[in-house]
């Protein structure tokens, strides 16, 4: 299971961090990613994780401005986000998928992922 937490209402130009907490799999055999969705909008991958080896990718509308980060220790993923923008309201999901051979190309792809966490509500007024 994944457990998602960390969302709330800011203003621009604020920062939060988001955090999926991962139970019930082995977490180093995993790409964590997160996406979101906006009403209206399709979901969207905006950063991925592989957690063996910590090797990172971001989409390029959070390039610069999110991190995403692994405490496998905890078996858990972080996103830090800053200078966050009234475009980056959504609901904030985390997903798990086994790291397979061609999984790392199509990181965007939602449906290649296993597991997914509840969702996390980030709203950034102007």
């Known amino acids: 299971q994944l457990q998602a937490s960390g969302g709330g209402l800011l203003q621009a130009g604020g920062s939060l961090r988001l955090s999926c907490a991962a139970s019930?799999?082995?977490?180093?055999?995993?790409?964590i990613g997160w996406f979101r969705q906006a009403p209206g909008k399709e979901r969207e991958g905006i950063s991925s994780i592989i957690v063996s080896d910590g090797s990172t990718v971001y989409s390029d509308s959070v390039k610069g401005r999110f991190t995403i980060s692994s405490d496998n220790a905890k078996n858990t993923v972080h996103l830090q986000m800053n200078s966050l923008e009234p475009n980056d309201t959504a609901v904030y999901y985390c997903?798990?998928?086994?790291?397979?051979?061609?999984?790392?190309?199509?990181?965007?792809?939602?449906?290649?992922?296993?597991?997914w966490g509840q969702g996390t509500l980030v709203t950034v007024s102007s």
């Open positions: 019930g799999f082995t977490f180093d055999d995993y790409v």
């Open positions: 997903a798990a998928g086994l790291l397979r051979y061609g999984f790392w190309t199509n990181w965007r792809n939602f449906w290649e992922y296993d597991y």
